[in-house]
């Protein structure tokens, strides 16, 4: 398909909404597990619409958070293959297109313990009994965006069943799961599905699984 922004060719669909993923491009040595891989100043996700499907019926929704495209990618998956809202996580200073200052930022507000600020507001969640919640890791940890939500909102999934999945460099989930926990305090989060970020587009069966 064409080429939109620079961002890669359109991998997929979500609520209507195209899905470039810039980094299922890097395959093999190029990856480098997502650290080392040369920025090209195009792997964003930022200009993009949020997506937001609320119905009255669905029992589940997808939570996610994407910089580049990938978790996106695994979020439309998910939410095709369950019938689930969606709700995309939105920031209110986007990180920028260079990978590596888009690490320096995410690390040094790990360090800080200042995680980004939230542009978005929460529905009601009552009507779903599962959420999907969607990041990625870096640096072996739950990803700041995601955190800043938990922070925010994370009380209101205390009653849920969390199904976790994330995208991350061939490190795994690191102590992400544990820190859902403590964020939420739910007793039911269920085994995470991890793929790394430039192999989601061929995880479908992992999905189904």
Sequence with gaps: MKDKNNLGPVVGSIDGHDIQANQLQRKGWSWGNGYNTPSDGADTNAGQQPVRKLTKDAKSIVIFWSRSGSTKLLASQIAKRTGSDILEIVLDHPYPANYQQTLHRANRERRTNQPPRLKMSLPDLSQYETVYLGYQTLAMTLSQPMKAFLLAYGQQLRNKVIAPFLTEGDYGAGDSVDWLREYTG????????????????????NVDR
């Design 186 to 205: 739910a007793a039911q989060i269920q085994q995470p599905l991890v793929v790394d970020g430039n192999w989601v587009d061929e995880s479908v069966r």
